[in-house]
């Protein structure tokens, strides 16, 4: 298996800027989580899907950021407008089953090499 | 929301040492305590995860030890050595998913 593929591996972009990540799960999946990783917060997570369904996006920080999961092997993580304070390596992950179900341990998540975003 | 407080926030140990990580959380449902190993471009992947019903889990160098009524879990790393330079995340399940710890870089010096 390939695993969690992310693209681009690098972005750089000028505020004001529209941003896609994409990301490929690992097939057979049902969960897919996009997470922010930066020095200042750590790995936070932004939004995740169960069977291609936003479950909870509480963690997108403003309206400029967005995700959709089209089928079970895609999804995009938006940006628009971009802002410099949106610089960070930003992962996706895919998982058998919901983290914190009974069990779980079974079903580590399997995360991308990110995509290093940079907004100038 | 679930909290995990993670230290040290770094660590340099000579090879051969024993590196000690520490973590703490507030509530969770469930006894699963997950850690991941960080390289640099990469992206975290599970070292090794305690299951609910032991105290300790050692894998290879590797050994987690779960204190429940302290609500504590810390990673030991036997006879340390320089491929282990990594960043070590702990992490517990919050309501949403699982919660990470801040990160430890942990530098080992041949």
């Known amino acids: 298996d390939a695993g969690v593929i992310q693209s681009p591996r690098h972005e750089v972009t000028e505020m004001g800027q529209e941003v896609t990540l994409r990301c490929k799960p690992i097939?057979?999946?049902?969960?897919l989580f996009w997470y922010r990783q930066t020095m200042m917060r750590g790995l936070e997570l932004l939004i995740y899907?169960?069977?291609?369904?936003?479950?909870?996006d509480s963690g997108m920080p403003e309206d400029r950021f967005s995700a959709k999961m089209p089928n079970a092997s895609f999804s995009t993580l938006k940006i628009q407008p971009s802002e410099p304070r949106d610089s960070a390596v930003y992962f996706c992950a895919s998982a058998l089953r919901k983290q914190g179900a009974d069990r779980s341990y079974n079903s580590p998540l399997h995360f991308g090499n990110g995509t290093r975003l940079t907004v100038t | 929301q679930q909290q995990v407080k993670q230290s040290p926030q770094s660590l340099i140990v000579q090879k051969g040492g024993i590196p000690i990580i520490n973590c703490a959380y507030e509530?969770?449902?469930?006894?699963?305590f997950p850690w991941y190993q960080q390289f640099p471009g990469k992206g975290p992947a599970l070292l090794i995860a305690?299951?609910?019903?032991?105290s300790e889990k050692k894998e290879g160098r590797f050994t987690i030890s779960f204190n429940k009524s302290a609500k504590q879990f810390s990673l030991h790393i036997m006879d340390s050595q320089p491929g282990d330079s990594a960043t070590y995340f702990c992490a517990a399940p919050g309501r949403r998913a699982l919660t990470f710890g801040s990160g430890t870089r942990l530098q080992v010096q041949p």
């Open positions: 097939s057979g999946h049902d969960y």
């Open positions: 305690i299951r609910p019903d032991v």
């Open positions: 509530n969770t449902a469930f006894d699963y």
């Open positions: 899907f169960n069977n291609n369904v936003p479950i909870d």
